[in-house]
């Protein structure tokens, strides 16, 4: 079956560093990846998506990589902030074909950057 | 754009009774999910819905009832309501043209189920 895998432990960083988040998935060959943010009691929010053709995707201080062989995406957030604090969860399409508009969640990796 | 709105944000259930949780969205967007969030559990798609009058199940159908009158309502029905629907819910909406189904979703709703 369809599976995603994100880093199951909590990351912490200090202030400054650049955060690495992992998301690999299996048994599958998504048409695009998306990583969204979500704050304890709040929904998802998105950030970044990324497409199979792409292997690399910026956005102000967020970096996603795709690396459709290695079935693994890289979610980077240089000059973390305290207020880069978050969970991020990785997504991707269920069908394969970029047409279905159903998601597969990954649990989340919890960041937290200390001052 | 209020976006995807929300109600009630926070309610407590006796086991059996029911209750309808609202969701809103005012971007013309045909796709709304409905989710639930458990600890440690990740997101689970309860049902979604292409357009108005269309809707399908999701991974965790059982126990829930879902219509789509309208494009910006899908409300989702709990009939007997039971300690295990103890969650958080979300709605979400998608871009109707396009794209790839990037998901807007709702503050949430905090059910308890005693």
């Known amino acids: 079956s369809q599976k995603i895998e994100q880093n199951s432990e909590a990351l912490n960083i200090q202030e400054g560093k650049t955060a690495t988040l992992t998301c690999n998935y299996t048994?599958?060959?998504?048409?695009?990846l998306q990583w969204y943010r979500q704050d304890p009691g709040r929904g998802p929010v998105f950030l970044l998506l990324?497409?199979?053709n792409e292997k690399e995707k910026r956005k102000e201080r967020l970096k996603v990589t795709f690396d459709t062989t290695l079935k693994q995406s890289l979610f980077h957030i240089t000059a973390s902030q305290p207020a880069d604090s978050a969970t991020y969860l990785c997504a991707l399409d269920s069908s394969g074909a970029g047409n279905n508009r159903k998601l597969i969640w990954g649990l989340g990796t919890s960041l937290a950057v200390n001052p | 754009n209020a976006g995807v709105t929300q109600t009630p944000k926070f309610r407590i259930l006796k086991i059996g009774q029911s209750m309808t949780l609202q969701c809103t969205q005012d971007?013309?967007?045909?796709?709304m999910y409905w989710y639930r969030q458990d600890p440690g559990m990740g997101l689970k798609l309860i049902y979604y819905s292409v357009g108005a009058g269309i809707t399908d199940k999701g991974e965790v159908p059982n126990g829930y009832n879902v219509s789509r009158s309208t494009t910006e309502d899908f409300p989702l029905r709990l009939e007997l309501a039971a300690p295990s629907q103890t969650s958080v819910y979300f709605c979400?909406?998608?871009?109707?043209?396009?794209?790839?189904?990037?998901?807007?979703f709702g503050p949430g709703t905090r059910l308890l189920v005693l």
């Open positions: 979400a909406s998608s871009s109707p043209s396009g794209g790839a189904g990037t998901q807007y």
């Open positions: 971007m013309n967007h045909n796709y």
């Open positions: 048994n599958y060959s998504p048409a695009y």
């Open positions: 990324i497409r199979e």
